[in-house]
């Protein structure tokens, strides 16, 4: 009897440490596969959700999630559809703790990709910049770091160029809003 005790007790041993060596190992290889999660997968894994965005220029957005490239996001805010740079958010209220990683070969969609399709468009934006200041116009060039916008909207030749980063929003009416 006093042995099967002993062997009981050493058993229980063995597995109380083997728990805590896979609990241990469990911990670790999820702190290291969070560590490659990126906000935007945190992002496209909402998709259509309602979040709020804190922005650098102390604003705040309310609205759903709408397409995420690498370096911005689409919000679909009241009447507008929401163009707003991965820089310009420091905060996101909202989100449930879902991944969805880009699709394996999907080609970047890059925050000049975005502009792209509203200079495309000739859509008129209403551009907020990091010091509160606002700019309406139609985007007509677009850079590698910077778009350039029409204020007139009729071939004016005054425009104005603002760099990405001075970027907080663009704001282009969406067709559906009533």
Sequence with gaps: M????????????????????RDAEIADRTRAELGRVRWADRLRAAQHEPVRLRLVSGGVLTGRVGHVGDDWLLL???????????HAVIGVDGLGVAVAPAPAGAVPRTVAAAWRVLARDRSVVRVTRVDGSELRGVPVRVGADFVELDPGGEGDPVTVLVPYRAVTAAYAPRADAD
């Design 2 to 21: 006093r042995w099967e005790r002993l062997f009981a007790e050493l058993e229980s041993e063995a597995d109380d440490v083997a728990a805590r060596d």
């Design 76 to 86: 679909a805010a009241a009447a507008d559809d929401v163009l707003v740079p991965a």
